[in-house]
């Protein structure tokens, strides 16, 4: 690994990580669209900051730029207030509208090599390494890594410092305002990070992958945990994997190293979409399997419970009785003799004795609903889940 | 550039025509998608068409704008399903979906574009048209694909118009009735994905959204009836189409797209504050009227209330003693004795007789809302 490849993908993580963050709590608090508005929108702010410092990685800039975002934030919620039209029509008329003016600057002032189109859609990653920071003739590294690690360090500073406020204004908006804690205050403020954030990035990703590295981490996240902490920790790895198997990928491709990233990403969540425990669309289909099978069962044992006499028990009688087709018949036959809850002589089949005591009990339960517990009765009496 | 150009030279008509039937058809769909609160929905979808179109040129290996096309839609189509399928299997909102289902699509599409940028087959170059747009590439053929979809869509539409107008304000009684929601909604989704798949060649991935939701949002404001706001937006989208063309046909370096998108912007913020009915401007004309009779209501009872205490009601009193009441301006004052509730003289005044009654009324009105 060269030196300048070893500097990409440092640049390329720390911008990750510096999104992953903010995205956690856009995420959660369901405002992840205004993340590609602030992205889109900032285009005019950072035409119009470029014009006048000439220089991607100028402070001035990114302010200017995050300001933009910030108004953007303002506009929209204007556009809410005014309740001319719904919300997500505000967002969806404001970015697009603010992204064509700054199109149409680049485009009306298409001698800039610095900033073209293509920069806006994809940044220039690849370049940054290039562009050096000299203090007094020393090389102190790329400018972007600098720019790039003060606004993670500020965001991981802020984040320290009013992790207890945003953890509990994202989750209940309600009891903070009661308990004193500005809503506005801390809207404002998760604001203006990820706008700063999202104009940090932007120059290394461009407009629409920003998005892609606020949103992805944090949703593939909380497809794998129920902690606060652990999903930003969650998100920040993705973050970083992303940059590091992207920049590969882009490397043996000859592509994009922004579009490779987003690439992982998009992988990334498909696994934890198909394959999470608790929240993949895998584990969902057979939780369903197995609770169908286990409704069934215990109307089985009800039905059982209703009738002493023989020629209700007999095996092919209860096919018959409650409709079910063979397959699904013997599934639930089978499982309940595994659990020891029922037992068959002559084709004839009875409760056990912790059969009875499970249907009473489940009974009990259904009758009444006030108990949450079916679950907890199933853990107690079955051996085998279905 | 002279207004006959529009007429007689031939790229000119077909782009002008182009865009136009582009923007009625945006307007009529969009419609749909803006009260059905899917607003963003276009956004990513149009996203969503990227890797489609970078895909049907690597496999089929030719530029052919309807291979294109048919790749956008089967990618779009893609994503839409599966943001629906986010938000149905996990515990991701609408929002999430919507944002993860965009970047990453364009993502990868942008990384197929890149990669398909650096093949050695020449004869990729344009690709990257469909980013932003150039309504300069649309030929003939591409404006009757335009039309015949817009016909079959308006079809379409007036054959299921009252099951999808039903759909789009109660969607919980139209299953009730009978209809088949699913079928109807997969249906009006396909439309609104088509029409934002036709016009990614025009107006480009990006921007499409705005085409779909702008004229539909400005149609909004000047009525509540769902026809005329169908017919309003279709103007609206075809009128943006037209000048957007227009202004970036008399520039250089213009993308038709931007600007397409800023004349639309233009239709939202006019119809935004001039609106009649829900504007801005007539809202706040409303606001002040009432404040203003408010005003005027206000110093009557009051006046009332010091001349009920005489007995003879016309008796004159100095305007001095209405200082310590908030509501009276010199000018409610002129305006109560242009109605001839009160007379004033010097710097008296004296309540009338219609004034006194007037003033008696509002008085027992309000005793009568508070009990």
Wanted: a neutral charge; charged letters at 15%; glycine letters at 8%.
């Amino acid at each position: 690994m060269t030196n300048a490849q070893i500097e990409i993908q440092v640049i390329a993580a720390l911008v990750a990580v510096a999104c992953a963050l903010p995205g956690t709590f856009l995420v959660l608090r369901k405002m992840a669209m205004i993340s590609d508005a602030i992205s889109h929108a900032i285009l005019p702010g950072i035409v119009l900051g470029f014009f006048i410092t000439q220089d991607l990685n100028s402070p001035l800039l990114i302010l200017l730029a995050a300001l933009t975002g910030v108004v953007t934030v303002m506009l929209v919620e204007f556009i809410q207030k005014t309740g001319l039209v719904k919300e997500d029509t505000a967002i969806g008329l404001v970015f697009p509208a603010l992204f064509s003016i700054g199109v149409i600057m680049i485009a009306k002032n298409a001698n800039d090599v610095h900033l073209d189109i293509d920069a806006v859609l994809l940044g220039e990653l690849a370049f940054a390494p290039f562009d050096r920071l000299l203090i007094s003739g020393t090389d102190m590294g790329p400018k972007s890594l600098w720019v790039i690690g003060t606004i993670l360090l500020i965001s991981v500073v802020l984040l320290f410092l009013f992790f207890k406020e945003l953890k509990l204004s994202t989750f209940d908006k309600g009891l903070a305002t009661t308990l004193g804690f500005s809503p506005v205050i801390l809207h404002y403020g998760l604001m203006t990070v990820s706008s700063v954030a999202i104009v940090g990035a932007f120059d290394a990703v461009g407009a629409v992958l920003v998005v892609a590295l606020i949103i992805a981490p944090a949703a593939t996240a909380y497809l794998l945990t129920d902690d606060l902490k652990r999903m930003l920790l969650l998100s920040c790895l993705f973050g970083v994997i992303s940059a590091i198997a992207g920049y590969w990928m882009a490397n043996i491709l000859n592509a994009s190293i922004a579009g490779s990233m987003t690439t992982v990403l998009g992988i990334l969540f498909l696994s934890a979409y198909l394959f999470s425990p608790k929240q993949g669309v895998l584990s969902g289909f057979f939780r369903e399997r197995q609770q169908r099978v286990e409704v069934s069962l215990l109307i089985f044992l009800l039905h059982l419970q209703n009738h002493t006499e023989e020629a209700e028990r007999h095996v092919n009688h209860l096919r018959e009785h409650i409709n079910w087709q063979k397959v699904r018949a013997k599934t639930v036959l089978e499982l309940a003799a595994k659990n020891n809850l029922i037992h068959t002589a002559k084709d004839i089949v009875s409760l056990t004795d912790k059969g009875q005591e499970f249907t009473d009990e489940a009974l009990k339960y259904i009758t009444t609903n006030k108990a949450t517990a079916i679950e907890e009765l199933k853990e107690r009496f079955f051996l085998f889940r279905g | 550039m002279q207004l006959t150009d529009f007429f007689t030279d031939y790229t000119l008509r077909t782009i002008t025509l182009g865009t136009a039937i582009l923007g009625a058809i945006c307007g009529m769909l969009g419609t749909f998608a803006v009260l059905r609160k899917q607003s963003l929905l276009g956004d990513a979808i149009s996203h969503a068409a990227l890797p489609g179109i970078a895909l049907a040129f690597l496999i089929t290996g030719i530029k052919d704008a309807n291979v294109i096309l048919i790749g956008a839609l089967i990618s779009g189509l893609v994503g839409t399903f599966w943001i629906k399928g986010i938000v149905k299997r996990t515990r991701l909102k609408s929002d999430t979906a919507l944002g993860l289902i965009l970047s990453l699509f364009f993502g990868f599409g942008m990384l197929l574009l890149t990669f398909i940028q650096k093949m050695p087959n020449a004869n990729q170059a344009g690709l990257d048209k469909y980013l932003f747009g150039q309504a300069a590439t649309l030929v003939e053929e591409d404006v009757w694909i335009m039309a015949v979809v817009t016909g079959v869509s308006l079809l379409v539409l007036l054959l299921f118009w009252k099951e999808l107008k039903l759909l789009l304000f109660d969607a919980d009684y139209t299953k009730t009735l009978g209809f088949n929601t699913r079928f109807l909604d997969i249906l009006i989704t396909t439309f609104i994905v088509l029409a934002i798949v036709l016009g990614l060649q025009t107006v480009g991935v990006v921007l499409m959204s705005a085409m779909l939701l702008a004229p539909a949002a400005a149609a909004r404001q000047w009525t509540n009836s769902l026809g005329v706001m169908v017919i309003l937006a279709s103007i609206f989208g075809a009128f943006s189409g037209v000048f957007g063309t227009a202004i970036s046909a008399g520039q250089n370096n213009l993308s038709t797209g931007p600007v397409i998108v800023l004349v639309a912007a233009a239709f939202v913020i006019v119809s935004f504050v001039f609106s009649p009915g829900r504007g801005l401007l007539f809202r706040e004309i409303r606001f002040r009227r009432n404040r203003r009779e408010l005003h005027l209501k206000k110093t009557l009872t009051f006046m009332y209330n010091i001349a009920k205490n005489h007995e003879n009601v016309s008796h004159p009193h100095a305007i001095r003693i209405l200082n310590n009441f908030q509501g009276f301006t010199r000018k409610t004052l002129t305006k109560l004795e242009e109605k001839q509730f009160i007379q004033i003289q010097g710097s008296a005044w004296a309540m009338t007789e219609k004034g006194y009654i007037e003033a008696e009324s509002i008085f027992n009105q309000i005793g009568k809302d508070n009990d």
